[in-house]
């Protein structure tokens, strides 16, 4: 079946630092959701991308969606201690699936 | 704003009991859909249902069940629970287009022991 990595697994940064995650799939997908955990907290949708090569901005996150639509990331610049949760990648695969093949996620932890 | 309900927010239960997770949206969403999270894991789904009475199969639906007879409601069933399935369940609903994001419950964690 379709299987998504995301890497990497943990990341630990510095107040201030980027920080960047990657999510790639073994087949082509239709569009890529990116969510955001907080610490306790439940997965809370923050962007979609359909379009090969899209590239989205919010506030200091960016996200890419890759040529081929087989890879994404999400890049913040400047972290804040904000930022802190588990970031995970979901792909849809073919129109009319309504299945999300979520990533395992990376846990940012930022120290101030 | 969507709310999505999950009945009960911690759960104990013992080996063999039959479970009821009980899930409620208030948008009329069309997609329901039922996840597990485990540390490392991330979230796996279990079934997810597209309409009333319609269920698929996730990607690991051994030991559970579903049952959606009302849209707003999509129930979760361990007919027999065993200790491999103590874990993090999350609900979610959406529109029923492919662009539409998932929104989900605030989770039951439900320990079997």
């Known amino acids: 079946g379709q299987q998504v990595m995301q890497i990497p697994q943990y990341q630990h940064v510095q107040e201030g630092e980027d920080f960047t995650t990657y999510c790639n799939s073994s087949?082509?997908?239709?569009?890529i959701q990116w969510y955001k955990q907080r610490p306790g907290g439940h997965p809370v949708f923050l962007i979609q991308l359909v379009k090969s090569g899209e590239v989205k901005k919010q506030k200091r996150l960016t996200f890419q969606f890759g040529e081929a639509k087989k890879n994404s990331s999400l890049h913040i610049t400047a972290t804040q201690t904000t930022d802190v949760g588990t970031y995970f990648c979901?792909?849809?695969?073919?129109?009319?699936?309504?299945?999300?093949?979520f990533g395992k996620g990376t846990k940012l932890s930022v120290i101030p | 704003d969507v709310k999505v309900t999950q009945s009960s927010r911690y759960l104990v239960k013992r080996t063999g009991e039959k479970v009821f997770l009980e899930c409620v949206q208030d948008?009329?969403?069309?997609?329901m859909f039922w996840y597990r999270q485990d540390p490392g894991l991330g979230l796996r789904l279990i079934y997810f249902?597209?309409?009333?009475?319609?269920?698929e199969k996730g990607d690991i639906p051994e030991g559970y069940s579903v049952s959606r007879e009302k849209k707003e409601r999509f129930s979760l069933i361990l007919e027999s629970a065993s200790t491999n399935q103590t874990s993090m369940y999350l609900c979610a609903s959406s529109l029923g287009v492919e662009v539409s994001p998932l929104h989900f419950g605030n989770g039951t964690r439900l320990t079997v022991t």
């Open positions: 087949t082509t997908l239709s569009n």
């Open positions: 948008m009329d969403h069309e997609n």
């Open positions: 249902s597209y309409d009333v009475k319609m269920k």
């Open positions: 979901a792909g849809r695969t073919g129109a009319g699936s309504y299945q999300l093949t």
